[in-house]
């Protein structure tokens, strides 16, 4: 059978199988959790209720009673029908991006909401113009979640592990009693920044075991939290600890496993981006570029590489080009929104097998911020340009958001407690093993068909960049250097330091005291380092080469 190719549905020169101008074929449409995860966690400076308010036309308190996606101008859009609560009044909310099919694209920041969602809308527009959100993803705040918790069966529930990657297929062991011997409608949930996954969505998840005292379950991409086990009695037990995330891999748009493919995008192994003329033809911007860029290079062997010409094309998918780009006033980012990474996904269908790739790629940060180009500490009232630019890249790199403090991938580039860490000018361990994860599937898959190949991994000495990441973390009070060989030198405050391997199984406790724990005889691999004070609790994840 000859490969079917969905892409060029949205190229200039799509043919007659859809309207491009019309939206008479929007239909009823479900965001996938794809979407819902990254955009509940968006990358943005928090707005006040008061700024929001007064950045919108109108505030209301409504439900989500549909949702359409569509095309026009050649684009993929969607939209979501609010009803309020307090009267009659329908208003059409128009979005950007969406998913039609097997194709469609991607916005980090937009207001992705499924039927039932019900809370308060920030809009800008107006019913005879049409409704907009008026400051991005931050245009909905959902009601107050009803505290769960409470009553919940915690005895002897305990997990195989600490630390997880979602969607990187890992198993997950839970241990207990009382889970009954088949699982019939019972199912294991996972935070997902909004609330846990629904009934009807964990009923999918990958169960190898099921039984009266064990559960096996293939984590999918969530945030760190406790699991929940439903039992199909309808009992609900919940995990003693929580479990942490490290990473999130992009999936499948309508499954939370399988993958959103980084390939061979450019023809020669690697995706090309082109730097828009704003950034290019400033030496202090297209640096802080390049530096950015070598530095995941380096660290993972992604095969990203930047054109050696500007560009003059912006943000707009579809335009051929993967772009990194400052807003302009014609297409602003949505108020508070720091910055985005657009991406054009489409499939390529072979028989029975469906395969997903990641297409265009653009990338735009909000050109109304006061950014400090520099290295280290950003200068009082600036925005460290690196930073936010490696969380974007961090998204090109198929990476999803976490919730744990201190990760590249933290929703909040600017604001606290992201100051903690923004003086960082290279991708944290974590992400670091998530890019790799991406970078290994990219350049390993056996699917052959649309013209889809396998990236090429890169290969780069990361000597340089080494001695910045260690100059760095120390002065940032963490222990380093990361990745480690015979030693792990640890910060000079007062604090507990417990050595460990992934599994958690103990292997050295210290205090503070101690300057550095000897690190010679242990084996190549990944470690976890637990640091215990008066104050803090928190686990660093680092890596003997």
Not at 5 to 34: E, M, N
Not at 39 to 55: F, N, V, W
Not at 74 to 97: C, E, F, H, M, Q
Not at 524 to 545: A, C, E, P, Q
Request: aromatic share 12%; hydrophobic share 35%.
């Amino acid at each position: 059978m000859a490969p079917s190719l969905r892409f060029v549905l949205l190229s200039s020169f799509a043919p007659l199988l859809f309207s491009p101008t019309s939206k008479a074929q929007s239909r009823q449409h479900t965001f996938p959790t794809h979407y819902i995860l990254h955009t509940l966690h968006a990358d943005i400076l928090p707005l006040s209720r008061l700024e929001k308010q007064a950045l919108a036309d109108t505030v209301i308190e409504g439900e989500v009673i549909a949702t359409q996606s569509y095309w026009k101008d050649n684009r993929i859009a969607s939209s979501l029908t609010i009803k309020s609560n307090t009267d009659t009044s329908v208003y059409d909310v128009r979005l950007i991006g969406g998913a039609f099919d097997d194709i469609g694209s991607f916005y980090t920041g937009e207001m992705y909401l499924n039927t039932g969602a019900m809370g308060s809308f920030y809009l800008r527009g107006s019913q005879v113009e049409g409704w907009n959100p008026a400051c991005g993803v931050q245009s909905y705040e959902p009601h107050q979640r009803r505290a769960l918790a409470m009553g919940f069966n915690r005895n002897m529930v305990e997990l195989s592990m600490d630390w997880a990657a979602g969607n990187g297929m890992e198993l997950l062991t839970i241990t207990g009693s009382g889970f009954g011997n088949t699982q019939g409608n019972g199912y294991v949930t996972f935070e997902t920044g909004n609330g846990y996954y629904n009934a009807d969505d964990a009923a999918n998840f990958n169960y190898p075991e099921w039984s009266n005292t064990s559960i096996t379950i293939e984590v999918p991409q969530a945030q760190s939290n406790r699991v929940r086990v439903v039992t199909n009695d309808g009992n609900t037990f919940e995990s003693n600890d929580s479990l942490h995330i490290r990473y999130n891999l992009d999936s499948e748009p309508f499954s939370p496993y399988g993958y959103t493919h980084l390939y061979n995008n450019n023809g020669a192994g690697n995706y090309l981006f082109h730097v828009n003329e704003s950034i290019f033809n400033v030496p202090e911007r297209l640096e802080a570029v390049q530096r950015t860029l070598d530095d995941f290079v380096c660290k993972t062997g992604v095969n990203f590489q930047l054109n050696d010409m500007p560009t003059s094309l912006g943000w707009d998918l579809g335009d051929g080009q993967n772009t990194i780009t400052f807003d302009t006033p014609e297409n602003p980012l949505a108020p508070g929104t720091v910055g985005y990474c657009n991406t054009l996904w489409w499939s390529c269908i072979l028989g029975d097998i469906t395969f997903y790739v990641a297409g265009e790629i653009d990338i735009v940060l909000n050109s109304n911020f006061d950014y400090d180009y520099s290295t280290g500490w950003p200068e009082t009232g600036q925005t460290k340009f690196t930073y936010v630019l490696m969380h974007e890249m961090g998204h090109a790199m198929r990476l999803g958001h976490v919730n744990e403090w201190g990760e590249s991938m933290y929703p909040t580039v600017t604001d606290w407690p992201s100051q903690n860490w923004h003086v960082r000018d290279t991708i944290s361990t974590n992400d670091r093993l998530g890019v790799s994860h991406a970078v290994d599937i990219a350049s390993t898959f056996t699917f052959n068909a649309c013209g889809i190949s396998t990236m090429h991994p890169l290969e780069i000495d990361c000597e340089t960049e080494a001695a910045l990441t260690e100059s760095t973390e120390a002065t940032a009070q963490v222990p380093y250097p990361n990745p480690f060989n015979n030693f792990i030198a640890l910060p000079s405050a007062e604090a507990i330091w417990t050595l460990m391997d992934v599994n958690g199984s103990l292997i050295k406790r210290t205090s503070s005291k101690c300057s550095r724990i000897e690190t010679e005889r242990l084996p190549k691999g990944s470690y976890l380092l637990r640091r215990t004070d008066n104050y803090v609790s928190r686990t660093y994840r680092l890596i003997k080469d």
